[in-house]
């Protein structure tokens, strides 16, 4: 179906939204309530009715909801002081109120939720590792294991909404099951850890992994988490079956700066998180998710520099920072004996392309796949996006592991 108001054309067959002519990202959950209320032009949607049809049987609050009518009504151009589109009936629910033409005028109103948005469930456990700090991590979807290992500013329960986010743990878990963790230091796992480190990094993988029970298993390292999964694939050969790296690096800011204006530029780096994180004013942290998603809209800078804030500490955010600029796996990568997919953006501002580069040149029989972004996070509607999945699918899918997702038996649960 495909609806028009004003300048905006909302499809629900093809999950597009245009405004003035330009598709505009929107959350899958925004997109769901405005496809709903739409459909439901004719009267008043009460909020019970709403969430369970974006939500189904998760457990939201009113005011999640809440946050989503906002979201829509600004992508949409409307606000709540206007509601020319969509119009608050107090303390009963929500209408459309705007003119629409439809392609199909008459047709039964009907919900036609985003692929996945409602079935997708993850879990999340805790297990604790040998120096005594508490790890959270997350599974969600059925069929054979996929680790992620950790990487900078993470946290599984925010990111499971956000849409910078979402659409990985989608792409992911379909057909398998898809493992993540937080690092120590951030999100959900203990904010206090005396030890932040990348030995520490390495042993909080061995312990996720440990406690799911997974003998052979494929393992992906992003960013960060790239040097934690070498690191891990050296030293337990017998149990990584396949490692993929997508936008990792050899070595860390720090140790790759070859010139002074690097090297200032990697201190700068460590000086703004030292002094702009925790503030109010979201400049700093706008900055840092430019560098991230440089091709991105701009809301979705907004979205990841909220996600940052709730994540972790400026001083945490630092301490992480410090143990990322100085990995070297420069000599580990070369002792690696896994079969390697490596995917890199051949423009990407965040971790330049020839890091992947120089992974592939020291892991033995690897391949390099180069992907067409500027993005280090790439997002769901750019074409590198389903490059990136359908090269992790086909390498996936020539593993001979026949594992299958272990029972988890987690050592405390909160």
């Known amino acids: 179906m495909r609806f028009t108001f004003g300048d905006v054309v909302l499809d629900t067959d093809r999950f597009l939204l245009e405004r003035g002519g330009e598709p505009v990202h929107v959350q899958p959950q925004v997109f769901d309530v405005l496809s709903y209320l739409v459909r439901n032009r004719d009267r008043v949607v009460p909020k019970t009715e709403l969430l369970d049809a974006v939500w189904g049987d998760r457990f939201v609050s009113e005011s999640t909801l809440t946050s989503r009518i906002k979201a829509a009504r600004r992508v949409v151009g409307d606000d709540g002081d206007l509601q020319r589109v969509i119009k608050t009936?107090?303390?009963?629910?929500?209408?459309?109120?705007?003119?629409?033409?439809?392609?199909?005028?008459?047709?039964?109103?009907?919900?036609?939720?985003?692929?996945?948005?409602?079935?997708?469930?993850?879990?999340?456990?805790?297990?604790?590792?040998?120096?005594?700090?508490?790890?959270?991590?997350?599974t969600v979807g059925e069929g054979p294991p996929l680790v992620r290992a950790a990487h900078w500013i993470t946290h599984l329960d925010y990111e499971w909404e956000s849409p910078v986010w979402r659409h990985w743990m989608e792409g992911f878990s379909r057909g398998r099951t898809f493992i993540r963790y937080d690092e120590r230091g951030c999100g959900l796992s203990d904010h206090d850890p005396e030890d932040i480190s990348f030995e520490s990094f390495v042993r909080d993988l061995e312990t996720v992994v440990d406690e799911l029970g997974l003998e052979r298993f494929p393992l992906m390292g992003l960013s960060q988490g790239g040097p934690v999964a070498v690191e891990y694939a050296v030293r337990h050969p017998e149990r990584v079956s396949r490692l993929i790296l997508i936008g990792a690096f050899v070595t860390g800011r720090l140790v790759r700066a070859s010139t002074p204006e690097e090297l200032?530029?990697?201190?700068?780096?460590?000086?703004?998180?030292?002094?702009?994180?925790?503030?109010?004013?979201?400049?700093?942290?706008?900055?840092?998710?430019?560098?991230?998603?440089?091709?991105?809209?701009?809301?979705?800078?907004?979205?990841?520099?909220?996600?940052?804030?709730?994540?972790?500490?400026?001083?945490?955010?630092?301490?992480?920072?410090?143990v990322s600029v100085t990995m070297d796996v420069r000599e580990a990568a070369t002792r690696v004996q896994v079969p390697t997919l490596i995917l890199h953006g051949r423009n990407e501002v965040r971790?330049?392309?020839?890091?992947?580069?120089?992974?592939?040149?020291?892991?033995?029989?690897?391949?390099?796949?180069?992907?067409?972004?500027?993005?280090?996070?790439?997002?769901?509607?750019?074409?590198?996006?389903?490059?990136?999945?359908?090269?992790?699918d086909a390498f996936l899918a020539d593993d001979e592991s026949t594992n299958r997702p272990a029972e988890v038996h987690p050592l405390s649960e909160h």
């Open 351 to 392: 971790i330049p392309f020839s890091q992947g580069r120089e992974f592939a040149a020291r892991i033995r029989g690897s391949r390099l796949v180069p992907l067409d972004t500027r993005n280090h996070l790439l997002q769901a509607d750019e074409p590198a996006w389903e490059h990136l999945l359908s090269e992790v």
């Open 264 to 322: 200032r530029e990697a201190e700068m780096q460590a000086e703004l998180i030292r002094m702009g994180w925790g503030r109010d004013d979201p400049s700093f942290r706008l900055y840092f998710s430019s560098t991230f998603m440089p091709d991105a809209p701009p809301q979705l800078w907004s979205d990841f520099a909220a996600l940052m804030r709730r994540t972790t500490s400026a001083e945490n955010a630092l301490r992480l920072n410090n």
């Open 89 to 138: 009936a107090h303390g009963r629910g929500y209408r459309w109120v705007a003119d629409v033409g439809s392609e199909h005028a008459g047709s039964e109103p009907v919900v036609t939720p985003r692929p996945d948005s409602r079935r997708l469930e993850q879990t999340i456990r805790f297990c604790q590792a040998s120096d005594g700090v508490r790890i959270a991590y997350a």
